[in-house]
Every structure is written in C-alpha cells, then in structure tokens.
C-alpha cells in the first residue's frame, strides 16, 4: 500500500526538549513539506524540499529543522527555540513541486509540550 | 497580501445540499483545491480548478470564477459521514499552498 506514514500519532515532551517527528513516503514523491495546523487556523507551511538533500524555508520555519538524505524520508526537529510548539503536524508529498497534482497527506502527529 | 476567506462554520440537513463559498487573493494563480478533513484526521483532495467553471465529481463538485476570485464547493445529497472541515487553498505563483482556515460543515439528522 502506497501512502505517507508520521509516528507516532500523539507526543507528549517537556518544555526545553528537542522532538523529532518522523515523515516516511513510499509514493515515489519527489516533493515533500511540513505543515502546523492550529484550531481556527489554516494550515501553515514550515519547511519544504524539492529534492534530496535540498529544502526550503517556509512560511514559519523559525525553531524548526528539517533534513531530506533520501527520497523517502523528511523527518522534522521542533526545537527548544520553537516558543509554542504545541500544535497537530502534518506532513505531506507530491510528484514535483508545483502543478495541478494534489498533496497527499500523512495521518499527522500531535504534539504537546508542557 | 494573500489571504483566504471562508465561513467557520456551517450547519445543514441530512439529505439536502450545501455550498462553501470560499475568496482569494493570491500573488499569481495557479488553481483552486479543495480538501475534506475529519476531526483529527489528515486532509483528503476532493477537486481543483484552474479553468473558470464547474467540475463535477459524484456528490461533490467545485465552481471556480477566476476574474471574481471565487469558488465553490457543493455538497449534494448530505450524508452524516460529510460532517467534516473543508479546507479551501490556493496555489499562487510560486506553486505555493496557501491555505483558508477551514469550514467545520454540521450535518443534522
């Protein structure tokens, strides 16, 4: 079954601490992004890449991190200097940035930092 | 600045129709999409339009006015399993995303 998978599903970290959420496609997507969605809000862009071992700053990428060393995997660092890092993450693909095809979405990760 | 407006919240009958109207104002445009998203839950693509009119797709389909900065969703034949937000996002000239708030539809018995 093809699709994006993000673990775990909840993640709960005390505040200081560094997090990483995982993102694993097996779509053959080139393009991959990380998105924060909070309640009332759309959902935000944090980091994006194109290719292997590029990627781009989004929208609010302040107090993240992202590496892409394969294809298939775009994992996310939410650092101590993230100043409100609790928030539901989702990250998603596609076939070349940009274009009429839609991004796929993995069933995202909700953190919580307390 | 870019910006997307749709309503909070929208409440319906079970059986009837309804329609999301969502505006944009983009740098560049380069189509409209449409996603449905269940509470806690990923989004999932329900249509995109770049040409100006209606798509068609079952229950659902999506009008674009490209001149107006306008489209629609309706939603036909309301089931209960269509409670869920619909999220409305433009790509502008950059094949950004850029993403509305989110319309919670309630669908009534």
């Known amino acids: 079954d093809g699709g994006i998978t993000q673990s775990p599903k909840y993640l709960f970290r005390k505040e200081g601490q560094n997090v990483t959420l995982s993102c694993e496609q097996n779509?053959?997507?080139?393009?991959m992004y990380w998105y924060r969605q909070d309640p009332g809000q759309g959902l935000r862009l944090i980091y994006y890449?194109?290719?292997?071992?590029?990627?781009q700053k989004g929208d609010i990428a302040e107090g993240y991190s992202v590496s892409r060393e394969k294809k298939e995997s775009f994992p996310l660092t939410v650092t101590s200097a993230q100043k409100n890092p609790t928030a539901f993450y989702l990250c998603?693909?596609?076939?070349?940035?940009?274009?009429?095809?839609?991004?796929?979405f993995g069933p995202g990760t909700r953190l919580t930092v307390t | 600045g870019q910006n997307i407006d749709q309503p909070t919240e929208m409440t319906a009958t079970e059986g009837a129709i309804v329609q999301i109207n969502c505006t944009y104002q983009?740098?560049?445009?380069?189509?409209l999409f449409w996603y449905q998203q269940h509470a806690g839950e990923a989004p999932t693509f329900l249509s995109y339009n770049v040409l100006d009119g209606l798509e068609e797709k079952g229950r659902f389909s999506s009008f674009l006015s490209r001149s107006k900065g306008y489209s629609y969703l309706l939603l036909k034949e309301l089931q209960m399993k269509d409670s869920a937000s619909y999220l409305c996002a433009a790509m502008d000239s950059n094949y950004q995303l850029i993403w509305g708030a989110g319309t919670k539809l309630i669908i009534k018995p």
């Open positions: 998603a693909s596609s076939p070349p940035a940009g274009g009429s095809d839609e991004q796929y």
């Open positions: 983009t740098s560049g445009f380069n189509g």
């Open positions: 779509l053959n997507h080139d393009a």
């Open positions: 890449s194109q290719i292997v071992n590029d990627f």
